[in-house]
């Protein structure tokens, strides 16, 4: 397997983290729908420019179309607005943590619709995962973390694992570039319209460092995925999921230079990402062996 997999991995899963860093510094300027509107404005513009330069629309059918429609409502709608509102009720680390579950519900879907049987390395990461999450629990609590917080980025982990499903079904049908496309611009439109129906028109409208934090942390988190999709293309999953995966750690890295002041890292939340990483690490690198 080439070198630069394992580059492009990393390199993807610490885009990721920076993106993390830069909403939370965002929102201390602006609310999450703010944050979450210009980031799919980013996302937008940037894939479909990449669809232009990448050759057009080549591969098109309109069950990829739904299939990534649907996509874009649930994964980057719900997930990735759940993922905005959690960064900034949680924190970013803890946020990060928890929305790293999502390989764990994506398995668990493809376990109960597609019939994968249970392997031991998922039952290990499971129960891993299991204690990383109580650890994390309780270190919010006594951080003045209200419990039923702690569902927001869970919630937007589901709404990524059940994506995940949904994506590589619709790549079946459609190209990876265009597909994507597809799925930002429905979570574009959808969520303009929620605004509009709202009368919430100031949340599209920002200046300042918050808008510099938000579009930078669109190109991160855009510029990720597409890393992402070009290491899968080159590797394979078992390797490409746990290495993306790291991007807790990097978020526990950037916090501690970039967020003083802003959040406190605690040894449990510490221990409680660490055990989490190494979960989704089982579940997704040793079960395909």
Not at 35 to 48: A, D, M, P
Not at 85 to 98: C, H, M, P, Y
Not at 206 to 231: D, I, P, T, W
Not at 255 to 262: A, I, K
Request: glycine content about 12%; charged content about 10%; aromatic content about 10%.
């Amino acid at each position: 397997m080439p070198r630069t997999v394992y580059v492009l991995a990393l390199a993807s899963a610490f885009c990721s983290a920076c993106a993390t860093i830069f909403i939370r510094q965002g929102l201390r300027g602006r609310g999450p729908y703010t944050g979450f509107w210009i980031n799919l404005v980013v996302g937008t513009v940037g894939l479909w420019a990449a669809v232009l330069l990448t050759g057009g629309f080549g591969r098109l059918s309109a069950t990829g179309i739904a299939f990534f429609v649907l996509a874009g409502l649930i994964g980057t709608v719900a997930g990735r607005l759940l993922r905005f509102v959690s960064i900034e009720k949680v924190g970013a680390s803890t946020a990060a943590a928890l929305i790293n579950l999502h390989p764990l519900f994506a398995t668990g879907v493809a376990i109960l619709l597609l019939g994968e049987r249970v392997t031991a390395p998922i039952l290990a990461g499971t129960v891993v995962i299991v204690l990383g999450t109580i650890l994390l629990s309780i270190g919010g609590r006594r951080g003045g973390i209200r419990p039923w917080q702690i569902t927001l980025p869970l919630l937007s982990a589901a709404c990524f694992g059940v994506v995940a499903v949904l994506r590589k079904l619709g790549l079946a049908e459609t190209g990876a570039v265009l597909g994507s496309a597809i799925n930002v611009s429905t979570a574009l439109v959808a969520f303009t319209a929620f605004l509009l129906a709202s009368g919430d028109w100031e949340a599209m409208a920002c200046r300042g460092r918050s808008l510099v934090y938000f579009v930078a942390a669109g190109a991160a988190e855009n510029g990720a995925v597409f890393m992402n999709v070009v290491a899968l293309s080159l590797g394979t999953v078992s390797v490409v999921a746990p290495l993306y995966g790291t991007a807790p750690i990097f978020v526990l890295f950037l916090s501690f230079f970039f967020l003083r002041g802003v959040e406190t890292l605690s040894g449990r939340l510490v221990l409680g990402t660490l055990l989490i990483v190494l979960g989704v690490y089982l579940i997704t690198a040793l079960s395909e062996r």
